[in-house]
């Protein structure tokens, strides 16, 4: 497809008025991501920003160097490379593509000129950012009251409202990263909504054949953010 056909669907680019989206056209190039690609490390000096369309972006924190653990989740509700136009050419954290989809990535340079120059990207970039530290704030909040099925169930939502579908493949080591415990935490979480009939899981695959019924089993932290994405 091309790009030019390409419905905007990343709500950063979404916001742009017309003439701006076709006149930064050219620059924006279609990338098809698959899950477990990594576009960038914490440090490394960023060459392009990403606007998830239908990809799924999971930004990591790697600590102690070896400690992996999920502070944000990303799609079309913002994009990865911010920190640039904030001043850091460097990625702040790993950033692993969760669900296989499509993005459109611009160099980065352009990218900060053009958030500097343009009034109403400046305005949905920080936006985003304002956004995305709400969500790592809440998360963290998240992690030290709320237990890990309330915990799981909060994730999943997040992964289904960025994702457009309630049907998505994690492992139980990203979901350890999601939740900071070890894989018997997870499987049991994973195995307690199965019960409650709330999801379907198997090898990996996530049906979330009861949204409501996921949403009660939530924490409190999902309500307190919904209506932020979209
Ligand atoms: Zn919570």
């Known amino acids: 497809m091309l790009q030019s056909q390409l419905p905007v669907v990343n709500k950063i680019l979404g916001s742009l008025p017309r003439s701006d989206y076709q006149r930064l056209l050219p620059h924006l190039e279609l990338v098809e ?6 576009l960038g490390e ?6 392009h920003v990403y606007f998830p369309s239908d990809a799924l972006l999971s930004f990591l924190n790697l600590v102690d160097g070896k400690n992996v653990f999920a502070v944000a989740l990303t799609g079309r509700d913002g994009m990865f490379g911010a920190a640039a136009a904030l001043g850091s ?11 296989s989809g ?16 343009n009034e109403v990207l400046r305005d949905a970039v920080l936006r985003y950012v304002l956004a995305l530290t709400l969500q790592i704030s809440e998360s963290a909040a998240c992690n030290r009251f709320h237990l890990i099925e309330e915990r799981l169930a909060r994730w999943l939502l997040m992964m289904r409202d960025r994702f457009s579908s309630g049907q998505f493949h994690i492992t ?11 894989r018997v935490g997870v499987t049991n979480a994973a195995q307690s909504l199965k019960q409650r009939a709330l999801i379907d899981y198997s090898r990996g695959a996530i ?5 409501p019924g996921l949403k009660e089993a939530a924490c409190s932290c999902y309500r307190k953010v919904e209506g932020r994405h979209g």
């Open 89 to 99: 050419p460097l990625s702040p954290y790993r950033a692993l593509v969760l669900g």
């Open 207 to 211: 049906d979330i054949v009861d949204g």
């Open 42 to 47: 914490p440090g490394e000096t960023l060459r």
């Open 33 to 38: 991501l698959s899950a477990g690609d990594v």
């Open 102 to 117: 499509s993005a459109l990535r611009m160099k980065t340079k352009l990218f900060v000129q053009e958030f500097r120059s």
């Open 172 to 182: 139980h080591e990203m979901m350890g990263h999601l939740l900071g415990v070890r």
